[in-house]
């Protein structure tokens, strides 16, 4: 699929035209920093991908870390995900019950997620927090870049698909957008994306899906 070359100034503005809700500095400063100092010590497990109501690794479709953090540093992040749910019920036209526990995601060189939607789609046999998923919400916590610098990543470029309806000749088309540390996004968990291979550097996200 062909990747659009939008101008790295204009695709927040273009991706919320599109249908995504995006903000800037969505955390406090001191807990970014905190999350960020965090994720970066502690111990790490593969992340596992759910097929036919299994759970397993698939380095061919997902190569990706969940870091282990503390409960109580879980709980604050997932009290500030909590007082975004009436902008996203407003935003998505969608009535929420809550959050699942928020994930701290580590891509290393080399790895990605291929294209994927998060929530069950069609699938009748899928697992019930599958299922439950309205919105997904992704929180950058360090930046992406385009020159090798410290604490920052290349590649790992979080990409949408078929953001146009009703006109296929977008169909192919992927929408990127680049991260930057304490952006946030949030889409409708049926929305195609995939994360692009990281090629320097460790990234890290902060993720949860609304339900």
Known sequence: MAILNV??????????????????????????????AEARLQSKERAKISRNSMSLIDDDFRKTSIVHISESKALLIKAELLSLKPTLESCFNVKLKGCQPPQILSY????????????????PDAADFLKERRVSVVIFLNDQVETP???????????????????????????????????????????????????????????????
Request: aromatic share 14%; hydrophobic share 45%.
């Open 108 to 123: 290393e060189v080399g790895d990605f997620f291929g294209i994927h939607i998060d929530n069950a789609g069609k699938a």
């Open 149 to 211: 610098q410290a604490n920052s990543y290349m590649g790992g470029t979080l990409t949408f698909y078929k953001l146009i309806k009703n006109d296929p000749r977008w169909d192919a088309f992927g929408f990127p957008l680049m991260g930057k540390a304490n952006l946030l996004v949030a889409f409708p968990s049926d929305v195609l994306h995939e994360v692009k291979t990281v090629t320097y550097g460790e990234r890290f996200t902060m993720v949860t899906w609304f339900v």
């Open 7 to 36: 101008n790295k100034t204009r695709n927040i503005e273009f991706l919320s035209r599109a249908g995504l809700f995006l903000t800037e500095d969505f955390l406090n400063q001191d807990l970014h920093a905190e999350i960020l």
